[in-house]
């Protein structure tokens, strides 16, 4: 195993993500990478949900604004400081999250996706409609932005906290996975009547997953109702929750990087093409999908998963297991 | 020598069809019971019922004496009923020793926070379990293979997974669905292999098979289903003269 | 409240409804096809609209001519999700999860496709079942005549459909491959080209389901989008995935609920309602509410 090319490889990676503000001055380019940045958690949460755990879920969007709207009215109807909020909106958007998984954990894939959707269709018609408290279309505004000793969080400053976030995230779904919890996800994934016969209980199983997954929304919008200071109903739509399935799947559904790449890939793209292709905000709509079919269509186990075997061959590694390191398998060998 | 289990007048109706129908049966613990019946007489619809896979409609289930008929297969295999499935249903996307290490996530006390934190204690456990698992796997002769897919496994070998994997629950009863169908000879041979190790650990066994050679070599006592109905019972030696036993498998060759 | 509104409703809720059954139609037979959800599907609604629409208010082409031609593009759309997605997709490994994204941008990708081409504006029905505001006076009801067309049209294709199935070899072809695919190429059945059918006949039936809801919904993005989808899959969903006529009486019975919500509810709310009548059917009967066929599992 080559492990100093694995030791440079990663060492250059976190060294460029560490430094990019410094890199880059320019605004845009760091409130995108935000933007990314919070799209990785909820994607990487569908990762855990979907890719893990088997759930198919088409309504994610629906707990992002849960969390961010709590976030928000908490924050400015109820006056209470923004950690509050953000742990407010977390803990609104897994409650729900649960209520939501409990009475569905024994449905089948489709009529899964079709309760998700009907979810997210829910949320976002109140969010339109109960004007009283979202301020319907107009949304709500004036929502405070993370301040540090007095001045408000500037686009480098937010981009650190999110990276530190998403490292936690990940830190997380490394140890879920590689523990037995992971072992119980991927079983009731492949097989729920076999991994009942091995006493797991997969109703639990189901429910944690889909509790931690839309916690990681819930948190994904609190984050962004404060860092961009206002919220309409406008971003949470089926298609954005759609979107975000894409992202997990074309990032990779099997790897922890999954909502990493995924997430990364399908923020930087619609805004790169809107870029190239300027003046036809429809077109990046169109072309963005015809590349995430592309990649669906010839790569269905997701970049990630190419990345990830392509990486492994280039230092000499072994792919052996899902939820065991691979250190272990000279061992077995 | 006690019954681990007990059937009484087990009756299971799907529809207007009556899967099992009255069936008193017992499992003498140690030993090797086997199940045998035409195609369609209702084994498997016992051993599901058995698994918690779904309820009888009427009669009862006593494991140890407590009635286990209503309560959901995750449950009853914690109690300690372990099985294996007719169409073998291995986890195909984790590895030999992965499918092993399901069967033994109800031995960890680690919790989700401690997993989490990535504490000693989880290591610890997790280190103990895989340890664990390749014993198992070690039993039916598959520790070499621990790091291959299950798809890249001969069907022989294949099978001994899911044994090993029931096995790895510690089970007090360990229910066998037609373990050597679809065997080639020396695949039948390894298998009767496995089947001895078992008795030899005295592993409580129900047994349902159809190639009447297994169900000789290794059976104390045996069962013949016909229509859902229990129509024979004895040592097999006695059974497979039985008249009733032999008239409902007219046609049946083995 | 008058018993003229409430037969209006009625009425109403009665046609649209069974063109909802039409778009769940399309799903049940992919469904028992390949067992697979196919949101590209529903995409088949607008395209067959905007289609209908070019071809007759557009270019002049006459109604039958502008009619065939578009459920005939609709058809090989039909053929080409087969070949060009969903072959693909399974040779290299991937599964129901990616087939359902890969259909879901691709039903982004035609909305997109459309807004470009035609504008994101919904465009008036043209005349074809009778002026927009004309109405047939039966005693103190006034029902649009557009309604007698859709519902004509629903019922001449629910027949010729329920015929098909029950009467024709192609029909037992199809019930035999929905069955069972290996059993019935046993028996001889070319279940490829069975498959292929049941692609085309499904988004065929939505096609004509789109254009038959074009004069209520306009010829707009809605027909490829979400509301029209959902209340598709709903239908389908009640009639547990597997009895068109139960599909049918699904969607019935959601354009009922509809409209009946809008009279005496909201008709802010009457979409929510909807998904709550089917979040409530999925949780409480998965199986369908009106599986009217015997068969088990």
Redesign the interface.
């Known amino acids: 195993m080559r492990r100093n090319l694995k030791r440079i490889v990663y060492g250059a990676f976190f060294g460029l993500i560490l430094v990019l503000p410094l890199l880059s001055r320019n605004e845009y380019v760091l409130f995108v990478m935000n933007k990314a940045l919070l799209n990785i958690i909820v994607a990487s949460g569908l990762v855990f949900l979907t890719g893990f755990a088997g759930q198919i879920s088409l309504g994610q969007v629906g707990f992002v604004a849960i969390g961010a709207y709590t976030s928000g009215l908490v924050t400015t109807r109820l006056g209470m400081p923004i950690p509050i909020g953000i742990v407010a909106g977390i803990a609104l958007s897994v409650i729900v999250g649960l209520v939501v998984a409990i009475p569905s954990f024994k449905l089948k894939a489709f009529f899964l996706s079709l309760v998700t959707i009907a979810f997210g269709q829910i949320i976002y018609l109140l969010l339109v409609n109960l004007t009283a408290v979202t301020g319907g279309s107009q949304g709500l505004f004036n929502i405070p932005p993370m301040k540090l000793s007095g001045t408000p969080f500037t686009n480098t400053l937010y981009y650190y906290l999110f990276l530190v976030l998403v490292a936690l995230v990940i830190l997380l779904m490394y140890r879920l996975k590689y523990s037995y919890i992971g072992r119980q996800m991927f079983a009731v994934n492949d097989d729920d009547v076999a991994a009942e016969a091995c006493a797991i209980n997969s109703r639990k199983t189901k429910v944690f997953a889909f509790g931690l997954s839309a916690g990681l929304a819930g948190l994904s919008g609190a984050l962004t109702a404060h860092m961009v200071g206002f919220l309409t109903p406008d971003p949470f739509t089926f298609f954005d929750s759609a979107n975000f399935v894409a992202m997990a799947v074309v990032g990779g559904l099997r790897q922890l990087s999954g909502g990493v790449v995924g997430g990364f890939a399908l923020t930087w793209l619609p805004e790169l093409l809107r870029l190239k292709i300027s003046g036809f905000e429809n077109y990046y709509l169109l072309v963005n999908s015809v590349i995430v079919l592309l990649v669906l269509v010839f790569l269905p186990s997701g970049l990630g998963a190419s990345l990830s075997k392509g990486l492994s061959r280039l230092w000499g590694e072994k792919q052996g297991a899902v939820t065991l390191h691979n250190s272990k398998s000279k061992e077995g060998e | 020598m006690a019954n681990i289990l007990e059937t009484k007048a087990l009756t299971k109706r799907f529809g207007g069809i009556v899967a099992n129908h009255g069936i008193n049966l017992a499992i003498e613990q140690g030993k090797t019971t086997g199940l045998i019946g035409p195609n369609g007489s209702g084994k498997t619809t016992f051993i599901n019922q058995i698994s918690g896979i779904f309820p009888p409609t009427s009669g009862s289930i006593l494991f140890r004496g407590e009635d286990i008929s209503r309560k959901p297969a995750c449950e009853i295999a914690s109690m300690g009923i372990a099985r294996t499935f007719q169409r073998i249903q291995l986890f195909n996307h984790l590895n030999v020793v992965e499918n092993v290490l399901v069967s033994r996530c109800k031995f960890m006390s680690a919790s989700a926070l401690d997993v989490a934190l990535g504490t000693a204690k989880v290591r610890h456990e997790e280190k103990d379990q895989f340890d664990k698992a390749v014993e198992f796997l070690g039993i039916v002769g598959l520790d070499g293979d621990a790091w291959k897919l299950p798809s890249s496994l001969p069907y022989g070998k294949r099978r001994a997974l899911e044994i090993a994997r029931a096995l790895a629950l510690e089970p007090s009863l360990l229910l066998l669905d037609e373990p050597a169908a679809g065997m080639t000879k020396e695949e039948f041979v390894q298998i009767l292999g496995i089947m001895d190790i078992l008795k030899e650990r005295k592993v409580t066994m129900l047994l349902v098979e159809h190639t009447m050679e297994f169900i000789r070599r290794a059976v104390d006592w045996v069962y013949v289903l016909n229509f859902g109905e229990v129509i024979a019972q004895g040592p097999f030696e006695e059974v497979e003269k039985d008249k009733a036993v032999i008239t409902a498998y007219l046609g049946d060759e083995e | 409240m008058v018993l003229s509104d409430l037969l209006q409703n009625i009425i109403g809720g009665v046609t649209v409804g069974a063109t909802y059954g039409l778009i769940g139609l399309g799903v049940v037979f992919l469904?028992q096809s390949i067992q697979r959800?196919n949101f590209a599907n529903i995409s088949s609604a607008m395209l067959a609209a905007y289609l209908f629409y070019t071809f007759y208010a557009q270019l002049h082409l006459g109604f039958l001519v502008s009619f065939v031609v578009s459920i005939a593009i609709i058809a090989a759309y039909g053929l080409a999700l087969r070949y060009l997605?969903l072959e693909?997709?399974n040779r290299?490994?991937?599964?129901?999860?990616?087939f359902?994204?890969?259909t879901?941008?691709?039903c982004?990708?035609w909305?997109?496709?459309v807004?470009?081409i035609y504008g994101g504006i919904a465009k008036p029905f043209p005349p074809v079942f009778g002026e927009a505001t004309s109405f047939v006076q039966i005693g103190s009801i006034s029902i649009p005549s557009v309604y007698f067309w859709i519902f004509f049209v629903v019922l001449v294709l629910v027949f010729a459909l329920h015929m098909l199935l029950q009467r024709t070899m192609i029909g037992k072809m199809f019930r035999a491959t929905a069955q069972n695919k290996e059993m019935a190429s046993l028996v001889g059945i070319n279940v490829d080209m069975t498959t292929s059918l049941a692609f085309m006949l499904a988004t065929s039936i939505v096609g004509i389901a789109g254009i038959l809801l074009a004069p209520i919904y306009f010829v707009s993005l809605d027909l490829g989008?979400?509301p029209i989808g959902?209340k598709g899959?709903?239908a389908a969903?009640m009639g547990g995935?597997v009895d068109p006529l139960g599909t049918i009486a699904g969607g019935i019975t959601i354009g009922l609920v509809e409209n009946f919500s809008t009279l005496f509810i909201s008709s802010?709310?009457k979409?929510?309602i909807s998904?709550?009548v089917?979040?409530v059917v999925?949780?409480w009967k998965?199986r369908g509410i009106f599986n009217w066929t015997t068969k088990?599992d």
């Open positions: 469904w959800i997605v693909p997709i290299h490994g991937g599964d129901k999860l990616e359902v994204v890969a879901l941008m691709l982004i990708f909305l997109s496709v807004k470009v989008g979400g959902i899959f709903a969903v995935l802010a709310y979409d929510v998904f709550v089917l979040v999925l949780i998965p088990g």
